[in-house]
T-cell receptor, first 112, second 114 residues
């Protein structure tokens, strides 16, 4: 069964550094998403992306965050200057139509 | 605004016992409803979904859920739990025609004793 693939599985970064989280969505999917889960908290929506542009973003998704689909297969989340509170599990999801969304295994981001 | 409540933070059952995980939602119309499961160190796996039609939906791994409009609920059930079902279970709500994002509940951690 096709899967959403995320790399790396764990990223450790110094505060203030830029980080790029990578995702390969399921190949025929058109809608892409990023969510995050701070340890012990609920999964929160960050951003949705369709037709090469952001379709919706949450209040969490401020100017420090950006998303890109640089080629036909990858979908990336960039955090420009990381803060301690960015430490979380970041999930990429994709869908053929808006629902249902299929999630990857996540990237655990640790900010030191 | 949409919201999802999972009243049980932690549930413990014996292997072979039946299971029901509760989920209540708040939304002005009929939402899309989902249950996801997260095993330790893993991502979110879709168990089942409800969009419309038959209010009792079947999912993978022997799970089912029932949409009850009058109670704004979408409880997850399994008649006989296996040790491998130990995981965190998340109920999620989508708002058709309004937004693509999913709103998740806080999750219920299921522990299974032999």
């Amino acid at each position: 069964e096709p899967e959403v693939t995320q790399t790396p599985s764990h990223q450790v970064t110094q505060m203030g550094q830029e980080v790029i989280l990578r995702c390969v969505p399921i190949s025929n999917h058109l809608y892409f998403y990023w969510y995050r889960q701070i340890l012990g908290q609920k999964v929160e929506f960050l951003v949705s992306f369709y037709n090469n542009e952001i379709s919706e973003k949450s209040e969490i998704f401020d100017d420090q965050f950006s998303v890109e689909r640089p080629d036909g297969s990858n979908f990336t989340l960039k955090i420009r200057s990381t803060k301690l509170e960015d430490s979380a599990m970041y999930f990429c999801a994709s869908s053929e139509v808006a629902q249902p969304q299929h999630f990857g295994d996540g990237t655990r981001l640790s900010i030191l | 605004a949409q919201s999802v409540t999972q009243p049980d933070i932690h549930i413990t059952v014996s292997e072979g016992a039946s299971l029901e995980l509760r989920c209540n939602y708040s939304y002005g119309a009929t939402p899309y409803l989902f249950w996801y499961v997260q095993s330790p160190g893993q991502g979110l796996q879709l168990l089942l979904k409800y969009f419309s039609g038959d209010t009792l939906v079947q999912g993978i791994k022997g799970f089912e859920a029932e949409f009850k409009r009058s109670q704004s609920s979408f409880n997850l059930r399994k008649p006989s739990v296996h040790w491998s079902d130990a995981a965190e279970y998340f109920c999620a709500v989508g708002a058709p025609y309004n937004t693509d994002k999913l709103i998740f509940g806080t999750g219920t951690r299921l522990q299974v004793f032999p």
